[in-house]
């Protein structure tokens, strides 16, 4: 087919698309390898990977044309992890075969991916991380323990940082892989959160071999490598153009237009406060989401993430104090294993608790004020009496 040029092109392709696979006659999974196939999935990648390798700000127009055709979509929040930090990363860094094996899978919904960064020992300071990777010919043995991990519990995929050179500092003794979830030596616990769910799990690697072949970026240039995905991932939680009143702050000031009895005059300043802010960050990530086309994202979108944190614990918390005793019911305490996270269709103390990780996942936002001050602001960094040592020397 001829290159698309123009937003008229691509709506014509659009166009001829649907005609030829009919959403309410067409197998889901299939229409989505057809659509993928088809360059309609994201647009800003290059042909033969899902896309035309058009601008990111036709995007909209794609996913609108499907929207309103009833087409399925690929679960997008199930398969997040993949879409939001899997995906940029192998496209960044991956070989053709690597990108050719994995990302249509990944953006069909056909293979979820989880990401093994942090550890017991390891949490904001990622770089300190001790699981280690030994080289046995074209194979890696690694061994370890990750923490945190969304979605490990059905995930097919991980993204993995491990340490292969303990011998230079931390930084630089890290590499990158893609690590097979169903390997031997992979075992998942789930840890059971405030909210009474275990949304999240700890992982343990005993003797698990990874393929030389399943490598991201070079031996020892791990941190390179993870930075492309810790920077999609923030932009992934906290940016991206959303409508007004989405959200937290949509919740809350439905409640104050429906509830006329629990207003009072306090609540309503501290409300416009938090609406105005919400806009504000609304507008920027928005923004944001623009300059995207031009390239990677930067560190802006530690800023985004960080506004996104805040204000949820914000508004979660005020809704309690708006609703009293109506709010500390608890709609369900059941131990399970979601597989998406739903604010809004929960109740109000279930988005309190739940709004307490926001500033820990993704970046805590004590790591995220020193990046926006450091790469944003230009503000002098802080001392790091460990920059130079071996990671085999530091103190633990």
């Not at 309103?68 to 990363?89: C, K, S, Y």
């Not at 990401?115 to 030994?134: K, M, Y």
């Not at 698990?208 to 999609?232: E, F, I, K, S």
Request: proline share 6%; aromatic share 8%; glycine share 10%.
């Amino acid at each position: 087919m001829p290159p698309l040029t123009t937003q008229h092109d691509l709506e014509n392709r659009i166009d001829e698309f649907l005609a030829a696979h009919d959403p309410s006659t067409t197998d889901a999974a299939a229409f989505l390898r057809a659509r993928f196939d088809a360059g309609l999935a994201w647009l800003h990648y290059p042909p033969g990977l899902g896309g035309q390798s058009l601008p990111r700000d036709l995007q909209p127009v794609v996913d609108r044309a499907f929207g309103e055709a009833g087409a399925p979509d690929n679960d997008p929040r199930r398969i997040g992890i993949g879409l939001g930090m899997a995906a940029p990363t192998i496209l960044a860094f991956g070989s053709q075969e690597q990108q050719q094996r994995w990302l249509r899978p990944l953006w069909c919904g056909e293979e979820v991916w989880c990401q093994l960064f942090s550890e017991p020992g390891a949490g904001s300071d990622l770089a300190a991380l001790a699981t280690r990777a030994v080289r046995d010919g074209e194979d890696w043995i690694v061994n370890g323990q990750k923490v945190w991990t969304s979605m490990a519990h059905e995930a097919r995929w991980a993204i993995l940082v491990a340490r292969t050179d303990p011998d230079v500092p931390k930084h630089q003794g890290l590499t990158y892989f893609v690590l097979d979830m169903t390997a031997p030596g992979v075992e998942v616990r789930p840890l059971r959160q405030l909210t009474g769910e275990a949304e999240f799990n700890e992982v343990f690697l005993t003797g698990v071999r990874v393929p030389d072949a399943q490598r991201l970026g070079a031996v020892g240039d791990g941190w390179r490598v993870a930075q492309t995905t810790l920077m999609n991932e923030r932009v992934a939680i906290g940016g991206g153009a959303a409508q007004r009143e989405s959200g937290m702050i949509g919740v809350l000031a439905d409640t104050w237009r429906r509830r006329p009895e629990v207003r009072e005059p306090g609540l309503h300043d501290r409300l416009m406060t938090l609406w105005v802010a919400a806009e504000a960050a609304r507008l920027t990530a928005a923004r944001l989401s623009a300059q995207l086309a031009a390239g990677q994202p930067g560190p802006e979108g530690s800023a985004a993430k960080y506004a996104f944190a805040t204000l949820n614990q914000q508004l979660s918390g005020l809704e309690l104090e708006l609703l009293g005793e109506e709010a500390l019911r608890y709609d369900d305490w059941t131990m399970r294993r979601p597989d998406t996270v739903d604010f809004i269709g929960r109740s109000p103390g279930y988005r309190y608790l739940r709004a307490k990780g926001n500033s820990i996942e993704g970046g805590t936002s004590e790591i995220l004020l020193n990046i926006i001050a450091e790469r944003v602001l230009g503000l002098p960094g802080e001392i790091r009496v460990d920059k130079d040592l071996a990671w085999k020397d530091l103190p633990r």
